[in-house]
């Protein structure tokens, strides 16, 4: 006579035991798969709006985005001490902190003039070109401030420049936090996208449409990505 053990451990038993945790954890990445799709989606909808505003506010130049006609300018002169640093950066920071100035250090090419060290101080809706006289120790700030257009504008693009700069690292704090914000939301919609590729997959019984949309969304931006390099070489 068999025991009940025996029964719990034949091979129909043991595949339907698999079968049931299988679909557990189906149903449990399926139930976590629409939570992060809702949570992330509310985190990334202000950036989304922002990123589509201002993406179509420099794409036209509408006439209100007319800000730089409409910047104010104003210069300064100080004496400053000799900066203490054992390069260009180290210098930047401690003249900024002389002149109380905050934002991303942009440095500028080396000036044909000898005793003149200049950089520029970068942030949204303000800019700072600063000239250093070393053999006067005065410094000549020139301030560019625009207004919210403008700022919305620079915060779209911002932080563009200091990718120029042969490398240099970031240095002031809000920039940081600012670029792993964007990295966070570049994250965040790429799991958007293939959260949706899923549940428009799993969910939808006809794919008809769906296949059409991705089909019509490959060729659009497989046009840009190639296609127009690919048209240009034929000139």
């Not at 000799?82 to 002389?98: K, T, V």
């Not at 969910?203 to 840009?224: N, Q, R």
Request: charged share 20%; glycine share 8%; with cysteine.
């Amino acid at each position: 006579m068999s025991s009940p053990f025996e029964a719990e451990r034949s091979p129909a038993v043991g595949a339907g035991g698999v079968k049931a945790r299988r679909r557990r954890w189906g149903e449990t990445f399926e139930i976590w798969n629409e939570k992060l799709h809702y949570y992330i989606g509310l985190y990334l909808l202000l950036f989304i709006w922002l990123f589509s505003f201002t993406g179509l506010v420099l794409n036209h130049q509408w006439e209100i985005t007319n800000f730089w006609a409409k910047r104010q300018e104003s210069t300064f002169t100080q004496k400053v001490q000799p900066p203490q640093g054992n390069s260009d950066a180290a210098q930047a920071e401690e003249l900024m902190r002389q002149l109380h100035l905050r934002g991303e250090v942009t440095l500028s090419a080396p000036s044909a003039q000898p005793g003149q060290f200049d950089f520029r101080v970068y942030k949204p809706a303000l800019l700072t070109d600063v000239r250093v006289d070393l053999r006067k120790n005065e410094a000549s700030v020139h301030q560019i401030r625009v207004n919210v257009w403008g700022f919305m504008e620079m915060l779209h693009t911002f932080d563009v420049e200091k990718r120029g700069s042969s490398g240099a690292p970031r240095n002031w704090l809000l920039s940081k936090i600012w670029c792993f914000t964007m990295d966070a939301v570049a994250v965040g919609l790429i799991f958007m996208v293939l959260s949706s590729y899923y549940m428009w997959f799993r969910f939808k019984k006809i794919h008809l449409w769906g296949w059409l949309s991705l089909s019509f969304g490959f060729a659009i931006c497989g046009f840009f990505v190639a296609g127009l390099n690919w048209l240009y070489r034929l000139r």
